[in-house]
């Protein structure tokens, strides 16, 4: 791990400000991008889950293949079948009561340990308002907070930036994987929110309220604020493989969907709070402390 970090550290003392900011905002763009795609093709800038859109899902004991549970229902709305050993997740979309009674009865009288949860369409609708509201107003009250702490504009924007940035590419990125919204992955993000604030507020505290170089200063910010994230990203990938790859040892599990959805949105956060803290935080608090050295310790 120190090797990485040495490198990212030689990577940034060995570039200019504008270049470093550049890679950060390129990868930006490419996920407002796939997000603005995702929105034109569904209508909503992520794929949601069935919380957000209401519907059906059946989850039974069975030996068929997905294969086989497709061609059997699909006369209904099927959305998404999932199988992890022996046990079948069937999904479907908001659908007539009459239909729905009938493919919950047919599943009913044909397999065993039959599990029924179901989310109505203006509940979904309601629950993505209330997702929505909370993602904003944590952003809202992490930037109040931000700009109280440091009192400074470009820093407290800086930090905000990164924080918004770090939510796209984790979406994007929720996209490219095919995971959807669900209430469990828009804690995640909310999750995510808060590791990017706790090393973007290292990296700024350092820059200001240190003495030393600027190079130096951020060296040692990154090496505390890596080492962290590392061992974060080392407990959450090992969550994914347990809650995704169980069943593969033990048959009789299942796959834990929830934390598994979890845990990859928070990978994909975390690594994209690493890009934006150590590229496009840092070659913006740079340039300011360049332009502004009075407010900078030395």
């Given at each position: 791990?120190?090797?990485?970090?040495?490198k990212f550290?030689?990577f940034i003392?060995?570039?200019?400000?504008?270049?470093?900011?550049?890679?950060?905002?390129?990868?930006?763009?490419?996920?407002?991008?796939?997000?603005g795609?995702?929105y034109?093709?569904s209508g909503?800038?992520?794929n949601?889950?069935?919380?957000f859109?209401?519907?059906?899902?059946?989850?039974?004991?069975?030996?068929?293949?997905t294969?086989?549970?497709?061609?059997?229902?699909?006369?209904?709305?099927?959305v998404?079948?999932?199988?992890t050993g022996d046990?079948?997740v069937l999904?479907?979309g908001?659908?007539?009561?009459?239909l729905q009674l009938?493919?919950?009865?047919?599943i009913i009288?044909?397999y065993?340990?039959?599990?029924?949860?179901?989310?109505?369409?203006?509940?979904?609708?309601?629950?993505q308002?209330?997702?929505?509201?909370?993602?904003?107003?944590s952003?809202?009250?992490?930037?109040?907070?931000?700009?109280?702490?440091?009192r400074?504009f470009?820093p407290?924007?800086?930090?905000v930036?990164?924080?918004?940035?770090?939510?796209?590419?984790?979406?994007?990125?929720m996209?490219?994987?095919?995971v959807?919204?669900?209430?469990?992955?828009v804690?995640?993000l909310?999750?995510?929110?808060?590791?990017?604030v706790?090393?973007?507020v290292?990296?700024?505290?350092?820059m200001?309220?240190?003495?030393g170089?600027?190079?130096e200063k951020?060296s040692?910010?990154m090496?505390t604020?890596?080492?962290?994230?590392s061992t974060?990203?080392a407990a959450v990938v090992?969550?994914y493989?347990v809650s995704?790859?169980?069943?593969?040892?033990?048959?009789?599990?299942?796959?834990?969907?929830?934390?598994?959805?979890?845990?990859?949105?928070?990978?994909?956060g975390l690594?994209?709070?690493?890009?934006?803290?150590?590229?496009?935080?840092?070659?913006?608090i740079?340039?300011y402390?360049?332009?502004?050295p009075?407010?900078?310790?030395?």
């Amino acid at each position: 791990m120190s090797l990485i970090i040495g490198k990212f550290d030689n990577f940034i003392k060995s570039h200019t400000d504008r270049q470093i900011v550049a890679i950060p905002i390129a990868i930006f763009v490419i996920a407002l991008l796939i997000m603005g795609f995702t929105y034109s093709t569904s209508g909503t800038p992520v794929n949601l889950g069935m919380e957000f859109k209401g519907g059906t899902m059946i989850s039974f004991q069975t030996d068929e293949s997905t294969g086989e549970l497709e061609s059997n229902y699909m006369d209904y709305p099927l959305v998404d079948i999932r199988k992890t050993g022996d046990r079948a997740v069937l999904q479907f979309g908001p659908m007539e009561k009459n239909l729905q009674l009938e493919v919950e009865k047919d599943i009913i009288s044909a397999y065993s340990s039959v599990e029924i949860q179901q989310v109505g369409a203006i509940y979904g609708e309601d629950l993505q308002l209330q997702a929505l509201q909370a993602l904003l107003l944590s952003l809202l009250g992490m930037s109040v907070v931000i700009f109280l702490v440091f009192r400074n504009f470009i820093p407290s924007l800086a930090v905000v930036i990164s924080s918004i940035s770090d939510i796209c590419i984790a979406a994007a990125l929720m996209t490219l994987a095919g995971v959807e919204l669900s209430l469990g992955t828009v804690a995640a993000l909310l999750m995510i929110i808060g590791y990017s604030v706790d090393s973007d507020v290292l990296l700024t505290t350092r820059m200001f309220k240190r003495r030393g170089s600027a190079n130096e200063k951020i060296s040692l910010a990154m090496h505390t604020g890596l080492t962290m994230t590392s061992t974060t990203l080392a407990a959450v990938v090992a969550m994914y493989m347990v809650s995704t790859y169980s069943y593969v040892l033990i048959p009789s599990l299942s796959q834990m969907t929830l934390l598994s959805d979890i845990s990859i949105v928070l990978i994909f956060g975390l690594l994209a709070d690493i890009i934006n803290t150590w590229l496009l935080n840092t070659g913006i608090i740079r340039w300011y402390s360049k332009r502004n050295p009075k407010v900078v310790k030395s």
